[in-house]
């Protein structure tokens, strides 16, 4: 097996409106597609990934940085015994003559990449991506659904009690029993009416997330969790700055309220400083990294070891981005589920078309490799890439 | 005042060989020019910035995520009280809408940006930053010339003692008196050599730094940090991973010996985890931040208060990347000197043509700007972009 080609290209996304951060309009991706020699009921195999939302313009990375080390390498450097690409020799020769440490953009170009190399090899094995990995990280035995959520109740307007609650009503019809919702862009009392509104809808607080983005100081992330405290809610989701972990480690100390982090470290190196700074409780708090925006499997599987050391189970992880590929890993792995972009961040947002949300679980086809051409808005434009 | 038109270009740097973990072969860096509507002496006043040595291929970040906000953004917006650029207001347009945290290339590629700004600014004002930048934060008070040493002594063939000990014997030919020499890619019992030998040449062991380019893991680093022990050493750079906070807390725990490190961490975020977790000391250990490499002088300004927070002394502040920015900050904002890369680098390393090193220590240009003009081999490549 060899790789022929690899093309890569940016693919527009439909923007979800504001959270407490960021206005999205304008967003892309990088979409790559790696073509191999070998052929399947007379047509190329050929791995399919893109980078995670958030962190785009990737494409001079990998063209410049990263894909020309791959295509320089001799080509049985590439493969493993099996004689079949090995995702994991690619990605080290990939990185070679990277310097340690700040762990940005690199990592989504790595996720990019990474995810068309699994996409490619469970392919040529003829096997979905999640039934590959139960089969050698967890002796085959992989979960029959996913636990999902509905992420959405971004600010869209004036009237946000009202088209939130409708917003919610909406996921309910689509088979979901949980969402998350944005606060911290509007006054407390405000995003507390949002809350109530929201609860009120789902039937229950420990049905609904809440997500801040990282927006407050310490003061404002004790406010919002002390007036919180009076629900029952899910989790409370990236209070402060991302890096900030001596103010995750004072809410942790004072609040009960779960807590969550982790879409905004991408690396096994700044999980692991989570781990040992920011006073997380693996009884109760839940940790979000995103393989398409941290490097991929190979260090995603040293942060899910990383747990294991430090006494979490790999159950506390709820992977952002609501992509294919971590529902992947979520169903293979054994993750505690996978968050889901119903109607946003298109093409990516969403699973494959035929899968139904049923009582907030999603099942996970069996084609071969990750699943994207399933999903036909997307491989409408993966199939014009070659 | 108002920008006319922005240009980036990618330069490509000469490689010095390789560290402990990097070889440089194929690096580039990005160029911007930034050409106002101001004229002087007949020519319109343009301000030049470069990202710094070791994470290249960020102009698609600038052209795709970055310049178009500022392009965007009405012109008045972009100007402070007197009507000229505002370097601080153009980073926070530029900044919009990004994402808090996973700080790698968005850093390099604001770095980038930031440089381009301050050199208008300066330029506008008719004044060398470290002069606009002394006036601005220290009362006027800049230093008359900035201690540099020599980084080099990369492992580059077989006779690398021999070879070394003629490297720094050029470097002392050139006026410098301190040096830094690369450890890691060898074994202890080699380094130890090269170590005697680079110490035999510069006549004192306080004259030589030596640097592991965060190769080694915690048994490696205090094995090589207690045979160093026994030499007086400036410092000892980058032992390991530098987001491992903890291993650097045991080694400033178990050694005496002066540490260093700092150069891939990309922000003010990352900069206080290493001040609340990795047990440096203030009274003797080296910080490396790179401006280049980190979002440039707004985050910089702040790292810089962080420090005088935890009781450190700008003056521990060394700067990675030996390039004119971080020359212009270590005058202009009293920092304790600067890295310096002769020979190597080119046509980024080292400092304005006419600039000689005297007993270790180099006068700035008073040229308006940065001074990129007055080094002719770095000019020749930007003359030609607009």
């Given amino acids: 097996m060899k790789i022929k080609r ?5 693919l527009p996304i439909s923007s979800p409106g504001a959270n407490a ?10 979409v790559l597609a790696i073509e191999s020699d ?27 940085r990263f894909l020309p080390r791959l295509t320089a390498a001799p080509a049985e450097t590439l493969l493993d015994e099996q004689g079949l690409i090995d995702p994991f020799a690619c990605w080290h020769i990939a990185m070679a003559n990277e310097k340690p440490g700040g762990h940005g953009e690199r990592a989504v170009a790595l996720g990019t990449l990474d995810m068309a190399l699994w996409d490619l090899r469970a392919k040529a094995e003829g096997l979905p991506l999640w039934q590959l990995l139960a089969e050698r990280y967890r002796h085959g035995e992989a979960d029959e659904s996913v636990a999902v959520y509905a992420a959405g109740g971004y600010y869209r307007g004036d ?9 919610i009503r909406g996921y309910m019809d689509l088979g979901y029993t949980a969402a998350k919702i944005k606060i911290g862009a509007a006054p407390l009392a405000t995003d507390i009416k949002r809350v109530e509104a929201a609860i009120d809808v789902l039937g229950s607080a420990d049905a609904l997330a809440v997500d801040a983005n990282g927006r407050f100081d310490l003061d404002t992330a004790l406010a919002y969790g002390r007036a919180l405290s009076q629900y029952d809610l899910r989790w409370y989701e990236e209070p402060g700055d991302p890096l900030d972990f001596r103010l995750q480690a004072v809410l942790a100390e004072t609040l009960s309220l779960p807590l969550a982090t982790g ?9 692991r400083n989570l781990l040992r700074y920011a ?3 693996p009884d109760r708090d839940v940790l979000q990294f995103d393989c398409g925006l941290s490097y991929g499997l190979p260090d995603y599987l040293k942060t899910l070891d990383l747990l294991t050391t430090h006494g979490w189970s790999a159950r506390a992880v709820h992977p952002h981005g609501g992509h294919q590929m971590s ?19 298109q093409p990516l947002g969403g699973f494959a078309d035929g899968i139904r949300v049923e009582s907030g679980r999603v ?24």
């Fill in 6 to 10: 690899i093309v890569e290209k940016d």
């Fill in 21 to 30: 951060v960021v206005d999205f309009a304008g967003l892309t991706t990088s």
């Fill in 38 to 64: 070998l052929v399947r009921n007379g047509r190329p195999i050929v791995g399919y990934g893109f980078g995670s939302i958030g962190r785009w313009s990737v494409g001079g990375l990998l063209r410049e």
């Fill in 159 to 167: 009237d946000t009690v009202k088209s939130l609650a409708d917003e």
């Fill in 263 to 271: 879409e905004n470290l991408f690396s096994s190196a700044d999980a």
């Fill in 279 to 281: 006073g997380m409780r």
């Fill in 327 to 345: 529902l992947n890993l979520a169903a293979g792995l054994g993750l505690g589920g996978n968050e889901s972009y119903p109607g946003v961040f």
């Fill in 363 to 386: 099942r996970l086809p069996d084609a071969p490799g990750v699943g994207l051409e399933l999903k036909s808005e997307l491989w409408r434009f993966l199939r014009e890439m070659l």
